[in-house]
């Protein structure tokens, strides 16, 4: 089974959650043509595009208030996994308890990202009429399209990633 990276992980949650986000906000100018989206034009007005109802922009805004304070903690909490993680596995000392306890933490952390996160999209479908559903399905099919047409991202800053990590560590002898 293949593991995102934490900071991958977190643009895809990101950008799953921003159509929630920007219903909540609907401060966005609307594009000129519905059917398409102007380059500069960071995110769709889902209000607009949607149809979205008082009452429902007044659910979505609860439901982001209270959803932020958990999905800040498990994502710092993710984050400080993939770092033990590392560390578990790059330090001088190779300690293979450590780093097994360091990716049950980093799964566990993970899972729960990945549940808050699901549960928004879950939180958010009940909200959204039929009709809706189909437009929010477009939104988010032409955001992928557009998020594949600008290729492949870093994952981590330069720096931070392992193989840079362990050039900038001081020479010494292998440990057996």
């Known amino acids: 089974m293949r593991y995102l990276s934490p900071k991958l992980l977190f643009l895809v949650a990101a950008f799953a959650i921003f159509p929630i986000y920007a219903a909540a906000q609907g401060d966005a100018p609307p594009p000129q043509d519905p059917g398409q989206f102007e380059p500069q034009e960071r995110r ?8 979205l109802t008082q009452d429902q922009v007044r659910q979505i805004k609860t439901m982001n ?3 932020k304070p958990m999905m800040d903690a498990a994502q710092r909490r993710l984050r400080e996994a993939s770092r033990s993680l590392d560390m578990a596995i790059y330090g001088d000392v190779l300690d293979e308890n450590a780093v097994r306890e360091g990716l049950r ?3 566990q952390a993970q ?5 808050i996160r699901f549960q928004s999209e879950f939180e958010l479908r009940k909200i959204l009429t039929p009709e809706q559903l189909v437009g929010f399905r477009g939104l988010r099919a032409r955001a992928a399209e557009a998020r594949r047409k600008m ?5 981590m800053p330069p720096g931070e990633r392992p193989v840079q990590r362990i050039r900038q560590l001081p020479n010494r002898p292998p440990v057996n």
């Open 151 to 155: 290729g492949p991202r870093p994952d």
């Open 44 to 51: 769709p007005n889902l209000l607009q595009h949607l149809g």
């Open 105 to 107: 933490e980093f799964q």
């Open 65 to 67: 208030r209270e959803r």
């Open 111 to 115: 899972a729960e990202v990945a549940r």
